[in-house]
């Protein structure tokens, strides 16, 4: 079992950054290395939605199309920890983001169902 713990949300303005990280642990946590891992968000009312993921390796990435150009998605697996680089962040960012893992060894996932594991959530208000 993994299980992932989301930080770094917060109070930012429209156009200020915020790094949001994902530490894996638990009994397993050491193979969260081998796992794809995504960022969603989900604002108050709609649904759960897809912003970012990453390979195992950092190889490959995806960025959803609303978020291209100004958010990152990177990991570090000597520290079991992924990470989303959020710039020029807009009030429609606000939302709760939440990191998710996928063991599958699968392509990368941008779907909800394609993920096994989940952290809690870390809130993120961007104000006008």
């Known amino acids: 079992q993994v299980q992932l713990v989301e930080s770094g949300g917060g109070l930012v303005q429209a156009g200020g950054s915020l790094r949001l990280s994902c530490a894996a642990s638990?009994?397993?946590?050491?193979?969260?290395?081998?796992?794809?891992m995504g960022w969603f968000r989900q604002a108050p009312g709609k649904e759960r939605e897809f912003v970012a993921a990453i390979s195992w390796s950092g190889s490959s990435t995806y960025i959803a199309d609303s978020v291209k150009g100004r958010f990152t998605i990177s990991r570090d697996n000597a520290k079991n920890t992924g990470y989303l680089q959020m710039n020029s962040l807009k009030p429609e960012d606000t939302a709760v983001y939440y990191c998710?893992?996928?063991?599958?060894?699968?392509?990368?996932?941008?779907?909800?169902?394609?993920?096994?594991?989940w952290g809690q959530g870390t809130q993120v208000t961007v104000s006008s």
């Open positions: 998710a893992a996928d063991s599958s060894w699968g392509p990368i996932a941008t779907m909800t169902h394609g993920y096994d594991y």
């Open positions: 638990g009994r397993t946590f050491s193979t969260f290395s081998s796992y794809a």
